[in-house]
């Protein structure tokens, strides 16, 4: 029987809740999540306790921030000036959009504010700060083929679509 290691398109049924229980993702039987093992597309306190793991297997998995989203970064809460955004966009809480760190790094930054002239803006994580808490059940595991590998992700039914 497989187990889930580097190099595997592993299907998941999951479900993530916040420490007061809340539920911020999952995916069901139905619809899976499908990933590249060891390819960092999942958090990696998950991904190192779903080594070894083989179809069928049923694991509950409790993530710090520092192996989850990270810790919140205060110097990636910050405020600049409205002239900083095209004229014709109409800003408000909650937009989010893509801009670059010093090092060419592709960041996603949520509006947090508009005050006057002034946008304050979050380039952390939106669960950046929190512990997860997954369930989850290993549904199916298969090599990844050459295209995947290339590419970074998966084909086909719970991956990536062309």
Do not use: W
């Not at 998941?12 to 916040?18: D, E, P």
């Not at 409790?62 to 192996?67: G, L």
Request: aromatic letters at 4%.
């Amino acid at each position: 029987m497989e187990t889930i290691e580097s190099g595997k398109v592993v299907e998941l049924a999951y479900t993530l809740k916040s420490d007061s229980g809340e539920v911020l993702d999952q995916a069901d039987q139905k619809d899976p999540f499908a990933y590249i093992h060891g390819a960092d597309q999942i958090v990696p306190g998950l991904e190192s306790a779903l080594d070894g793991c083989k179809v069928g297997d049923k694991k509950k998995v409790k993530v710090s921030p520092k192996d989850g989203y990270g810790e919140v970064r205060e110097d990636l809460k910050v405020s600049v000036k409205r002239t900083q955004f095209p004229e014709n966009v109409k800003l408000k809480p909650g937009m989010q959009f893509e801009s670059q760190d010093a090092d060419g790094n592709g960041i996603i930054f949520t509006v947090e504010a508009i005050e006057g002239d002034q946008v304050k803006i979050d380039g952390n994580h939106p669960m950046a700060g929190q512990t997860l808490h997954f369930e989850v059940e290993v549904l199916n595991i298969r090599e990844a083929t050459e295209e995947e590998m290339n590419h970074g992700h998966v084909h086909g039914p719970g991956g990536h679509h062309h």
